[in-house]
């Protein structure tokens, strides 16, 4: 293999300190990979539109990244849910839907796709548990973050002892809303106000859903950072959905985030 063809995930420096000998992790951008055009680089999103043999090809890059056999990288058929399920040595390649995992089982990676949604990665590096969420809007407005952490208690995790840490996801600077996205918010908690700020758009705003996700990881009492990094802007490195959209292109390739607990 070309050494052009390895990946280069970008790395959380809070995980890489406190959880590196009992995990590794990588926020995987679109280098290293074979796909073309809209797709090019390290798409891994089975639900696209890519070449099917493509996408095969850029997981199974993911997973040798970890050293791990492409059938030991798992990833779950994401819904904006607040669900979460556990992956176990009996993982069998299923993809269920749900927007986050949670594992004790070394060699096993847990992976979550994102294209403007905030990828978060967990760990508690004393019980060797970790975990992986999918939160966009909907998921961090209605539990998936929280939910993952009480998944991560079920396997012997202490909510003090987790870190967690937000990837590359769409910021406020990009991310415009209608006057119906925000009375959804103020709706859950008048206090959410303050994730909003007027945009140039009269009636519309600018949310902040990386301060959101940040501040409801600390609430539940992990400690949590935000790599800010802006997915929309940075088409070298990134796919983004809402980009895409506004470009009227047919569709978008997705990026992966990931974490296991080494053997």
């Not at 970790?130 to 966009?136: E, F, L, P, R, T």
């Not at 840490?165 to 006057?179: A, F, K, M, T």
Request: hydrophobic share 35%; charged share 25%; with cysteine.
């Amino acid at each position: 293999m070309k050494d052009q063809a390895l990946p280069h995930p970008i790395e959380s420096p809070l995980l890489a300190e406190r959880a590196g000998k009992a995990a590794r992790h990588g926020f995987f951008t679109r280098t290293g990979g074979v796909s073309e055009g809209i797709y090019r680089g390290l798409n891994v999103g089975l639900g696209s539109q890519d070449e099917r043999e493509n996408v095969h090809e850029n997981r199974a890059r993911v997973a040798r990244w970890f050293a791990v056999e492409p059938d030991r990288l798992a990833t779950v058929h994401q819904i904006h849910s607040p669900d979460v399920v556990v992956v176990d040595e009996g993982y069998d390649g299923a993809r269920p839907q749900a927007d986050a995992m949670v594992s004790n089982t070394p060699g096993v990676v847990l992976g979550v796709l994102a294209a403007d949604c905030g990828p978060i990665l967990f760990c508690d590096p004393e019980a060797r548990v970790v975990g992986a969420a999918h939160a966009g809007w909907k998921g961090a407005l209605y539990g998936v973050l929280e939910n993952t952490i009480a998944a991560m208690e079920k396997l012997g995790a202490k909510r003090e002892n987790i870190i967690a840490s937000l990837g590359p996801s769409i910021s406020h600077r990009n991310y415009e809303v209608g006057p119906e996205f925000v009375e959804r918010f103020l709706g859950v908690d008048k206090t959410y106000e303050r994730y909003f700020k007027p945009s140039e758009k009269p009636g519309h705003a600018m949310f902040d859903l990386p301060g959101l996700t940040t501040q409801r990881l600390k609430d539940a009492g992990v400690t949590a950072e935000n790599l800010d990094i802006c997915t929309y802007p940075d088409e070298d490195r990134f796919f983004s959905y809402r980009r895409t959209t506004h470009r009227q292109e047919p569709d978008y390739g997705r990026q992966i985030s990931a974490i296991m607990i080494r053997g």
